[in-house]
């Protein structure tokens, strides 16, 4: 009984701190708006009572700083969520959309797609995600069947293949980028991560595949869980192991993938949000999955922050303040897995 | 039901480790498959449970081909008890017991209180209703091999294998578990097919012994017939006594000159 109330505690817990990230997200900037303000415009929309608010105030708020915080959030979800599911997947904790170069190799498909039709409109930006997609699928299958000794995923070779995939395909995107016009020197910009499409255009492209991706991801936790005894006894317990493995690189793969077309590659959050829920909360997929999501919200929009505000008035690109937090702490859990002493 | 396994060859790469299986366990009735290191104890056990698919001839629970369902069919069926290796620590117990649930569920279906009620009573029926709410890494081998043969149980199947169940345990963990297997056997009349190493435990748990050697049967029928000294120094290649327990009467079967 104690589980239960501690797992009802850690729904609002994360809901809380997305929540208040959220706002915190919203406030910071180079003209910064009054809480008080941001609070009498988001629940005066809903009461259309619009108040004496600086009418500027609701401009930027709607126009940059609403569709910028939800485009953040969403690319946190969907990184921890396709995380946490590599995670279960491959049964090995340091899995993670740019650790096993899914993210590379989406970038690649995306730098194709951009380098035959820079996307202006709404559908040219739906088809990016698609090409991402085949790109990250393509590596996430290249990458598992290099790893794969046997019937299990070492981490050595897992990341050993993982990086050697990923810098072929970072390789080859950045050779399309010099053979390409002066475009594409927009996406240099994008693939270190920064968020520079704005407004709301990339928000509603990359709902439906996030919405899809996330929803099934969130349901898949409980055949997630018998998974992590192993393919042999997984199917003993009459598991279709091969419907469910495909299903979640699928599902993994198009949340990683959307979230890498319109947020270039930020490295880590997969990798650092679900081992945060993990310490918390345990490593019951069925509660660690959606409880990743709304924790990389958080964490992505908080990460975002500290790149707005460290060297203000320059924002530095929220990959890097990841990649300052993740890489120290992928040293850690490396470390951990030598010394073999478990990992939750 | 019958676990029934009709000239089986199986093995890895189209290679087979095994050839022409053949031998049936009925219900209520304990078989143990006996034999070297490597002679492909654990093989027999995964191609017996349909995860392994029989290169050649047929595994029947009933009339029922294993090859020709579907793995939640299949584990309807047959239940494994596996090695209590490598498993994932940080899992309940109850949640471990809980997942032989997993044939009756689709993926997105959430266990309601039917299941867990199953999931109590096999708890109850290997007396580890106490580690319900324990992590299973926390548990000792014995604690976690009986909380494995409790999830084989949720699974409610006619026929149950299990993978040398009896191995790093201690001499009372190991007679636990002797009579945990054979009341379960005679009273909930399941057909049970067993890996050992300790052909005195063999000679003491099993109705019948199948004596694997070289790729396949050498011998198989009752203990006091299969575990001949000139049997087993033909198979494992020493010489072996055996002799009569002075208590009960079982075979005991001594290494050495």
């Known amino acids: ?344 | 039901m019958i676990l029934d396994l009709q000239n089986v060859a199986c093995g890895y790469f189209d290679t087979p480790v095994l050839r022409e299986i053949t031998l049936q366990v009925l219900p209520g009735e304990i078989v143990a498959v006996v034999g070297p290191n490597g002679v492909g104890k654990s093989t027999l056990i995964r191609a017996a449970s349909g995860s392994l698919k029989a290169l050649e001839g047929q595994v029947l629970v009933g009339e029922q081909d294993l090859a020709k369902i579907s793995a939640p069919q299949r584990a309807k069926r047959v239940s494994v008890v596996s090695q209590a290796l490598n498993l994932p620590e940080a899992f309940l117990a109850m949640d471990v017991v809980l997942m032989g649930r997993t044939p009756y569920l689709n993926w997105f279906e959430r266990e309601n209180q039917q299941d867990r009620e199953i999931a109590l009573a096999a708890l109850a029926r290997t007396e580890t209703e106490d580690l319900a709410e324990r992590r299973i890494g926390e548990l000792s081998g014995g604690e976690q091999q009986r909380v494995l043969i409790a999830r084989a149980l949720a699974q409610a199947t006619p026929v149950m294998l299990l993978d040398e169940p009896t191995a790093h345990l201690d001499l009372r963990h190991q007679e636990r578990l002797l009579r945990l297997i054979r009341s379960l056997s005679k009273q909930e009349q399941l057909s049970v097919l067993v890996t050992l190493h300790d052909l005195n435990l063999v000679a003491r748990l099993a109705d019948r012994v199948v004596l694997l050697s070289n790729g396949g049967i050498h011998s198989q029928g009752s203990p006091e017939t299969v575990l001949n000294p000139d049997a087993l120094a033909d198979v494992y290649g020493i010489q072996i006594y055996v002799m009569a327990h002075p208590i009960n009467g079982n075979p005991l079967i001594l290494p050495g000159e």
């Open chain 1, 1 to 344: 009984m104690k589980k239960d109330r501690s797992a009802r505690w850690s729904w609002s817990a994360a809901l809380l701190v997305l929540l208040s990230m959220a706002l915190l997200n919203i406030a910071v900037g180079p003209v910064s708006l009054p809480f008080r303000d941001v609070m009498a415009l988001l629940l005066g929309k809903l009461t259309s009572i619009p108040g004496e608010v600086n009418p500027t105030f609701a401009i930027i708020l709607y126009s940059i700083r609403l569709p910028n915080m939800v485009l953040i959030a969403l690319t946190g979800m969907a990184l921890a969520g396709s995380g946490a599911a590599f995670q279960g997947l491959f049964r090995n904790p340091l899995a993670d959309p740019y650790v096993i170069g899914v993210a590379s190799g989406a970038g690649l498909g995306a730098v194709l797609a951009m380098a035959a039709s820079w996307p202006a409109d709404f559908l040219g930006m739906a088809v990016v995600p698609a090409a991402a997609f085949v790109g990250a699928i393509l590596t996430v299958l290249l990458v598992y069947s290099i790893a794969r000794v046997g019937r299990s995923t070492p981490v050595t070779t897992l990341i050993l293949a993982g990086v050697a995939v990923s810098s072929f395909a970072t390789a080859m995107t950045s050779l399309i980028m010099l053979l390409s016009t002066e475009e594409l020197h927009r996406a240099v910009n994008w693939m270190v991560g920064g968020f520079s499409l704005g407004g709301w255009t990339p928000v509603l492209a990359s709902i439906p595949y996030l919405a899809v991706g996330l929803f099934f991801l969130s349901l898949l936790g409980r055949p997630l869980n018998v998974l992590q005894f192993g393919d042999d006894q997984a199917r003993q317990l009459g598991l279709n192991v091969e419907r469910l493995k495909i299903t979640l690189v699928i599902a993994a793969s198009m949340v990683a993938a959307t979230a890498v077309s319109f947020s270039g590659i930020i490295a880590f959050v997969g990798l650092v949000v679900p081992h945060v829920v993990r310490l918390l909360w345990g490593p019951d997929y069925r509660r660690l999955i959606p409880l990743a999501i709304l924790m990389g919200g958080a964490f992505l929009l908080g990460a975002d922050v500290i790149a707005r505000v460290v060297l203000a008035p320059r924002a530095l690109p929220v990959g890097l303040v990841t990649a300052a937090v993740g890489a120290p702490f992928f040293l850690y859990l490396l470390h951990r897995a030598k010394a073999n002493v478990g990992f939750w």
